[in-house]
Nanobody, 123 residues
Framework: VQLQASGGGSVQAGDSLRLSCAASGPTFNGYVVAWFRQAPGKERQFVGT???????YYADSVKGRFTISRDTAKNTASLQMNGLKPEDTSVYYCAARSRFIVTYSRPDVYHYWGQGTLVTVSS
């Protein structure tokens, strides 16, 4: 599976942005997808994950503002980000693994990664 993230940009605080993760490979729709982010000088941080059955889990910092969805017909996953804050500024990465795991917030459990897309939120 190859992943490609897109949709980043520069926005103002309070704005919305939608990131996309396009996948190649026929098995992607059976994979768990996740989003992570990494700010300069900081560790990669869990944002959220969506299981194949639709259940989602989010970091407390984005809960209620961010939503992960999937379009199985297009082989894509999306991260809808509303109410953006300056502290959301990061490079965002999509990731995938073949099965759900309880340690889903750890970046090292994911086998496939997109290249990252930069989101900058100014106050």
């Amino acid at each position: 599976v190859q992943l490609q993230a897109s949709g980043g940009g520069s926005v103002q605080a309070g704005d919305s942005l939608r990131l996309s993760c396009a996948a190649s490979g026929p098995t992607f729709n059976g994979y768990v997808v996740a989003w992570f982010r990494q700010a300069p000088g900081k560790e990669r941080q869990f944002v959220g994950t969506r299981r194949t059955g639709g259940m989602t889990y989010y970091a407390d910092s984005v809960k209620g503002r961010f939503t992960i969805s999937r379009d199985t017909a297009k082989n894509t996953a999306s991260l809808q980000m509303n109410g953006l804050k300056p502290e959301d500024t990061s490079v965002y990465y999509c990731a995938a693994r073949s099965r759900f795991i309880v340690t889903y917030s750890r970046p090292d459990v994911y086998h496939y990664w997109g290249q990252g897309t930069l989101v900058t939120v100014s106050s």
